[in-house]
């Protein structure tokens, strides 16, 4: 007859068995459930490395200053702009931004905002976070040119200069400005412009943009005189397109000749603007031929179907914030472009 201790003895063993089986359903359960971490690719690449250009469309806060037109962007204006119209605008672009420069490192111009305050405003929704330079302009609206800066980018010097017209002093525009950036130990001279308006026709409107070329090929032929290392970038909304006589001026020197990277995306007949059913490819980013050694650059128009019009006469351009005084609620009426490199 089998002892007391025998029974508990044999008792213990079948719920020490239970015990592992249950121990052992439960691993197997977490191991189905766990979420898997996600593969890591060029996003946090310390490579990756790109060159943007995007027009912001009127980025106007809702202020009132009075050394600046902004009227036009004020509440109580025939645009009834307000702060619930300029934060949706905000998280628009950041949107925007977020989706086309995604990588650790890059370097983005901006045209057509009013002030500093603004791209701090922008800077706070982004995913990751730029650099922001930017000085004020002489431009009768207040708007402004600025460089945004993220990662491997370190800014080294900011230069800026007001365009001069001979045949129109008074006029006053947006500035140029240049950035004397170090990007993996090469120095770059990163100019940004937004060229005068098509505004009394192209023709009649070419030379002011043909005078501002030439200033701009001016002052980074000057730079690369006191910096012959350094590499030079243009980038801007130019009004004009890259077979246009402005960007011919802008490509030539006899220190660093540039390459208009978006001479083949012109010759395809797309662009960044679409006026009267027509791709113009007013959006350009530019290089010195030099920096095709230090790898390939691939440029695109960026466009995805959440930044266009869906629907009506106008499916297929940029969904824009106004349609003259209409709210549309969109991005931008201009598309951004972008230079990926590659090693």
């Not at 890059?106 to 905002?113: A, T």
Request: hydrophobic content about 40%; some cysteine.
């Amino acid at each position: 007859m089998p002892s007391v201790f025998s029974f508990a003895g044999e008792s213990m063993k079948k719920q020490l068995i239970v015990f592992v089986l249950i121990l052992g359903v439960l691993a197997l359960f977490q191991q189905s459930c766990r979420v898997k971490q996600p593969v890591s690719n060029s996003v946090k690449d310390p490579s990756s490395f790109s060159l943007a250009f995007y027009n912001l469309e009127n980025l106007f806060d809702t202020i009132d200053d009075p050394a600046i037109n902004d009227e036009e962007f004020l509440p109580g204006s025939k645009k009834e702009w307000n702060s619930e119209r300029y934060n949706h605008k905000l998280n628009r672009l950041a949107q925007v931004i977020d989706s086309l420069q995604p990588g650790s490192n890059g370097i983005l111009g901006v045209c057509e905002f009013e002030n500093e305050s603004v791209l701090s405003d922008l800077n706070k929704r982004l995913n990751g976070a730029y650099q922001i330079y930017t000085v004020p302009s002489p431009d009768a609206r207040g708007i402004d040119v600025g460089l945004l800066l993220k990662g491997n980018v370190e800014h080294l010097e900011l230069i800026h200069k007001s365009y001069v017209f001979i045949d129109e002093p008074d006029m006053r525009t947006r500035n140029l400005q240049i950035s004397r950036v170090n990007w993996n130990g090469n120095m770059l001279l990163v100019a940004v412009c937004h060229m005068p308006s098509r505004r009394g026709g192209q023709e009649a409107s070419a030379g002011k943009r043909i005078q501002v070329a030439q200033q701009v090929r001016g002052a980074l032929d000057s730079l690369l005189k006191v910096y012959p290392q350094a590499y030079s970038v243009v980038m801007g909304d130019m009004n004009d397109e890259p077979s246009d006589s402005s960007m011919q001026v802008l490509k030539a020197s006899s220190i660093q000749p540039m390459l208009n990277l978006m001479d083949g995306i012109h010759a395809a007949k797309e662009g960044s603007y679409l006026y009267k059913g027509k791709w113009d490819c007013l959006d350009q980013i530019l290089i010195g031929s030099a920096m095709n050694k230090l790898g390939s650059w691939t440029p695109l128009v960026y466009k995805r179907d959440w930044m266009l019009e869906q629907e009506g006469k106008y499916a297929g351009s940029p969904w824009r914030t106004f349609a003259g005084n209409k709210y549309l609620g969109g991005y931008s009426d201009h598309l951004p472009v972008i230079v990926t490199w590659k090693p």
